[in-house]
């Protein structure tokens, strides 16, 4: 349910807040734009104190020597925080002040942000997903969001729309998961369906070895292709987003049919050859957003 919150709730901070959550956002990507200078102005700075609450959120369960308690303690105050907002009360910290304004100004969903906390308490407590339906109910919630923040920045409502923006977000998603295999291993998690895995034989050993022997190959190529039909199912939305919001989601699309393409060149040897996009793949992103229109 959207909250229309009083525009006087959220307490004045200062004017260098909205450039360092700028430099936050742009900073922290890799592979798919934030904030970018593509899209509108009145659009770059709520979408930037968006992507810095969920990259701080993100850390507090990713980053430092910090044990599951205190990660999920500081992630019940930034729900705290959250519902303070709801309350139509004034946050106490500076960037969640500066995300209260923008909820107001924009009339943006807080239990959409609340969704995102609930994921990345998940990532403290839930290092496996059983098969992959949990693992999409884990996008709706780390991913989905995301996208309906910014269809609401955009006045937004049709449920055809949403639908199209989930499936683009829940694939990207997938995507993030099948680049990041190692990575998320050395953090205790794996992000593919178990059930999958005992399908093609492919034990955890074998993850933890960077081994691709056996049907790795196989595995990775269900992965990639599913991660493609989803992709390809929501990309409609880029061509029905206004001007520069629809430029910069084509960009997003095309950011994600890249690295699908890098992947599957790879045979799927994410250990070796981890995913980046290059200035090259760039232009072509741009070339490919700019001819679509």
Excluded at 75 to 98: G, N, S, W
Excluded at 122 to 133: C, L, M, P, S
Excluded at 191 to 214: C, H, M, V, W
Excluded at 252 to 267: D, S, Y
């Amino acid at each position: 349910m959207r909250n229309s919150l009083s525009t006087q709730s959220a307490s004045q901070y200062p004017q260098n807040t909205d450039q360092e959550s700028l430099a936050i956002a742009r900073s922290h990507y890799e592979n798919f734009p934030v904030a970018s200078i593509i899209l509108p102005r009145r659009l770059r700075i709520p979408i930037a104190h968006i992507y810095r609450f969920a990259r701080v959120a993100d850390d507090i369960a990713d980053e430092g020597d910090n044990t599951p308690e205190q990660r999920l303690k500081a992630l019940k105050q930034l729900r705290e925080e959250l519902a303070r907002i709801r309350d139509h009360k004034p946050a106490h910290t500076e960037m969640m002040q500066a995300l209260q304004q923008q909820i107001e100004r924009h009339d943006l969903s807080v239990s959409l942000l609340e969704d995102l906390l609930d994921a990345f308490s998940q990532d403290v407590t839930q290092q496996r997903y059983e098969n992959f339906a949990e693992l999409m109910q884990y996008c709706r919630k780390s991913a989905n969001p995301i996208g309906r923040l910014l269809l609401q920045l955009n006045k937004i409502e049709d449920s055809h729309l949403i639908g199209l923006s989930d499936a683009i977000c829940s694939a990207l998603q997938l995507i993030n998961f099948l680049q990041d295999i190692a990575i998320d291993y050395q953090k205790q998690r794996i992000y593919l369906p178990q059930d999958e895995l005992k399908r093609f034989n492919i034990s955890e050993q074998q993850i933890a070895q960077g081994d691709t022997g056996g049907a790795w190959q196989l595995m990775m190529d269900f992965q990639i292709k599913r991660a493609t039909r989803l992709l390809q199912s929501g990309a409609p939305l880029a061509l029905k987003l206004p001007g520069r919001m629809g430029l910069e989601m084509r960009m997003i699309v095309a950011g994600g049919e890249r690295i699908l393409k890098q992947l599957h060149e790879a045979r799927g040897d994410v250990f070796q050859h981890r995913p980046k996009l290059t200035t090259k793949d760039w232009l072509i992103m741009i070339y490919r957003a700019v001819r679509k229109k």
